[in-house]
């Protein structure tokens, strides 16, 4: 069983900051790759940024040069540095590990950002 836990989550002016962490746990064999997705209301899911097993990151758009993803491979933990947030940040943030055998979800983390 496979479990994630996130946390960081809350709410902060515009131009503001804030960190998510997201720490795996259970039976965790070969990662592929972890990463952030978020969902606005009435939005789809949509990917935020990705850090695959060698290091390489990807990221929405909209969110590069202000957001920075980061894993330490020891903790089975992923983190999202997000600066100069914005009111279109808005939005529940889920962490998703993708496993060779699988693919996993957290419960997810709001994220609401004031005018």
């Known amino acids: 069983q496979v479990q994630l836990v996130e946390s960081g989550g809350g709410l902060v002016q515009a131009g503001g900051s804030l960190r998510l962490s997201c720490a795996a746990s259970?039976?965790?064999?070969?990662?592929?790759?972890m990463g952030w997705y978020r969902q606005a209301p009435g939005k789809q899911r949509e990917l935020v940024a990705t850090?695959?097993?060698?290091?390489?990151?990807t990221y929405a758009g909209s969110v590069k040069g202000r957001f920075t993803i980061s894993r330490d491979n020891a903790k089975n933990t992923v983190y999202l540095q997000m600066d100069s947030l914005q009111p279109e940040d808005t939005a529940v943030y889920y962490c998703?590990?993708?496993?060779?055998?699988?693919?996993?979800w957290g419960q997810g983390t709001q994220v609401t950002v004031s005018s």
């Open positions: 998703n590990l993708d496993l060779y055998s699988g693919d996993y």
């Open positions: 850090i695959i097993r060698g290091g390489g990151t």
């Open positions: 259970g039976i965790i064999f070969r990662i592929h790759a």
